[in-house]
């Protein structure tokens, strides 16, 4: 079998002299059958869109074919083909520079202050909270900051 890779996967073999259709089914990469149906020349074309519809797009496939003669026999074993990385990195949505989406603040996914366990933005505390704490606390962006009796005395 030789395969293609564009923007789909193709995929032909050498036809078999009385084979009148191929039966084939392509396995996830942890070996689940995701498609089979039976086409009717040496050759298969697997799209993006197929592999979407057909539950992902894994890291690999696998790709068996059998010869099927007018009687409808099968030829004996399956002739396999195990396909790397089968889809483009723009297809499966990969970005090669995850900065732009990771300093994106305006929240495209929707997360909520609950799901990452932060006080809420309007949230406030009582002087009981605050006055008497002294301490260093580091902040998210990697400063360190000194609190003596509640008021902050550097940041570093």
């Known amino acids: ?33 995701v498609r089979s149906g039976s086409v009717n020349v040496s050759a298969l074309t697997y799209t993006y869109a197929q592999a979407v519809a057909d539950g992902g797009t894994w890291a690999s496939l696998t790709v068996r074919v059998k010869a099927v003669d007018g ?3 099968q030829s004996g074993d399956w002739t396999s083909l195990l396909v ?13 520079d995850l900065d732009t989406h ?7 996914h929707a997360v909520t202050v609950a799901q990452i366990g932060a006080a809420a933005a309007s949230h406030s505390h009582s002087n009981d909270d605050i006055i008497g704490e ?5 902040t998210v962006d990697g400063k360190t900051v000194a609190v003596t009796n509640g008021v902050i005395t550097s940041i570093v």
């Open 84 to 96: 790397n990385s089968p889809f483009t990195v723009n297809q499966v949505g990969a970005s090669g």
């Open 134 to 138: 002294t301490g260093t606390f580091t």
């Open 102 to 108: 990771t300093s994106n603040v305006s929240n495209p």
């Open 1 to 33: 079998m030789s395969v293609s890779i564009a923007d789909d996967l193709k995929i032909n073999w050498v036809a078999t002299q009385g084979a009148v259709k191929y039966d084939y089914e392509i396995l996830n990469d942890v070996s689940v059958v």
């Open 71 to 73: 009687d409808g026999n």
